[in-house]
């Protein structure tokens, strides 16, 4: 059986560092991704990538995926042991994303590979067993965010996701603006190690809150006596706010106050929660000086990668301009 898989990547165009505390999130799936054609066959899985110079190849009985190499087939690997299907395959993958730019490239790999490999079930746990896949991968203790919007997204619209329930719905972009992804040119780094501090900084802050952050506001994080973890708490408990607000804003066609509470998430990624870089400050002021422009902020989990910026058309000159698309598909040759 032969199949054809395709998986989008995705632009966050609010809520970052929220999802893997039951926070919000505003992505939408873009019209750029990754396609797999596999051959159903075999107790191996074999897949050449017109990126990549060395072959994928992944027993179906893989035990560490974070040991296999070459390193983009860790994330194969990871498929195959959340999976653990009974046939594997021989086949292509192609993408037409920045490989680790922030548009999620990985996601879109484990979603349109799971999907090849027979996975049945709905977007959700498609984007759990991503999720898992991708963490077996990685070692990094990622969100649902990325996973969710490639496998669930709704062409025309953001998704409004709620991390706690997994609830999501559509948020129309509204027509006549566009969004624009820019690479500040700095490649990410020290994610891994960076993302699980973070992440153990905010279930600290929450452990000594005793309550969970997503039900708590900024007046209940200002007693935290480090200021530390004050701060990543209070970025965490006003960014969810802001994805709300954003999502209104929206809602109502009001692109301006959209646009000032990206720069206002952007600011507290980068005040309290510490995660920009000069290259990304570079990217921000200089789109948010153009004029056209109504808000800009880091995206995905900062530390260098993409800005994405909300734009009159035209306004925007340089970088990726994208558009929603529907989530992840699978169809028979
Ligand atoms: C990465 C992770 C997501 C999310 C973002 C930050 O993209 O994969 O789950 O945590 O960082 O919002």
Known sequence: MRVRAHAPGRVNL??????????????????????????????RVVLESGDEPETAIVP????DPSAVEPA???FVAGVVSVLRPDVGGVGTVHTDLPIGAGLSSSSALTVAVALALGFEGGPVALAQACQRAEIAATGVPGGIMDQLVSAAGV????????????????VPVPAGIEVVVVHSGQPR????SAYAERRAQCE???????????ELHRDDVEGLDDPVLRRRARHVVTEDDRVRDCAAALRAGDVAAAGRLMLESHASLRDDFDVSTDALEEAVARLAATPGVYGARLTGAGFGGCVVALAEPGAVTEGWHLHAVAGATIEAL
């Open 189 to 192: 780094r020290l994610v891994g």
């Open 72 to 74: 983009w087939a860790r």
């Open 204 to 214: 600290e802050a929450e452990r000594r809150l005793g309550r969970p952050l997503r």
């Open 60 to 63: 179906l009985d893989v035990a």
């Open 14 to 43: 609010i809520g970052d560092h929220t999802d893997y505390m039951g926070g919000l999130v505003l992505p939408m799936a873009v019209d750029r991704g990754t396609t797999v054609v596999l051959e159903r066959t075999g107790s």
């Open 155 to 170: 062409e025309g619209a953001a998704l409004l996701i709620d991390c706690a329930t997994l609830a999501f719905e559509p």
